[in-house]
């Protein structure tokens, strides 16, 4: 049995960043119920003590459903598409995904007497900002589609809270990365785009080199600088937003999620090279349209409002952590 007053429902739950919250929420003691389509996400990474709903977060009749029989009290919604260059290339996936999807989910949770919602944001929704690092009051100009179907949401979000019992806490992550320390989850997607991760399948002989777009940004060695937030601080991030919307159901938050300093796309390469002792090939291509020279968050308004401490504030735990489960995909895949 259980002390807590409700389940959580996960959407995306299956995926890289939402099954690292199942795992959270779980070792915390919550019901779990994940929804996910297994479009992207993978049904071995969901954590046994979490129900699986299969479906689309854009189904309300589904979505209510499962918030009536599983007793939802709170929803953490990871499920969409995060592809920048796709979302320019196809707009109306993301719009449909993201925005159109999320106001979907949004409705069955007001009908189904939901009052808590934490939203999986992004620093995207700033664009390429004038000052860094970024705050929570630095305008958000997105640049591609991707961006601005998180703002939406996030709009979205802020309105219906005004209207409607519910509570909400938008997260603006930064650059998320790492695997749990367990070894329980990590990015598994084919394809992904994220530095560390194509380092790491570099190193493991998943790829051939890996390509650094633009060398001549304003910053000491010319490379872009990301602030890389480890995804197990990220997910702790979101148990303590749930406790916080539940403290005071009259207050919503929006929070960025970093680490208040950044590396070098040739720093995290070097510590990729540090932790796995193979040299990576290193291609350099022209800058991407919109890449910022340094993206960084300034932290210090959720680390006062939660207390988050984050436990992983260092790039070569981040590093070794990603490349111990890239290397175990290895052996998954293998056998």
Known sequence: ????????????????????????????????????????????????????????????????RAIGE????????????????????????????????????IAAAVAGGVRHFIFSSTAATYGVP????????????????????????????KDVAAAHPLNYCALRYFNVAGADPQGRSGQSTAGATHLIKVANEAATGKRGHVAIFGTDYATPDGTGVRDYIHVTDLAAAHLLALDALIADPAASHVYNCGYGRGFSVLEVLDAVERASGVTIERRMEPRRAGDPDALIAANDAIVRAFG????????????????????????????
Not at 317 to 324: K, M, Q
């Open 308 to 335: 988050w401490r984050p436990a992983h504030d260092d790039l070569d735990t981040i590093v070794a952590h990603a490349l111990a489960w890239e290397r175990h995909l290895g052996r998954r895949n293998a056998g």
């Open 70 to 105: 599983h007793g939802i009290g709170a929803i953490m919604h990871f499920a969409g598409s995060v592809v920048v260059p796709e979302s320019v290339k196809n707009p109306l996936k993301y719009y449909g995904n993201n925005t159109a999807n999320s106001r979907a989910l």
């Open 1 to 64: 049995m259980t002390d807590k007053p409700f389940a959580v429902m996960v959407t995306g739950g299956a995926g890289y960043i939402g099954s690292h919250a199942v795992l959270a929420l779980a070792d915390a003691g919550w019901p779990v119920v994940v929804l996910d389509n297994l479009v992207t996400g993978f049904r071995w990474a969901v954590d046994p003590r979490a129900t699986l709903v299969e479906g689309d977060v854009g189904d309300e009749a589904l979505v209510g």
């Open 130 to 157: 004038d000052e860094s690092p970024v705050t929570e009051a630095t305008p958000q100009v997105p640049i591609n589609p991707y961006g601005m179907s998180k703002l939406m949401t996030e709009i979205m979000l």
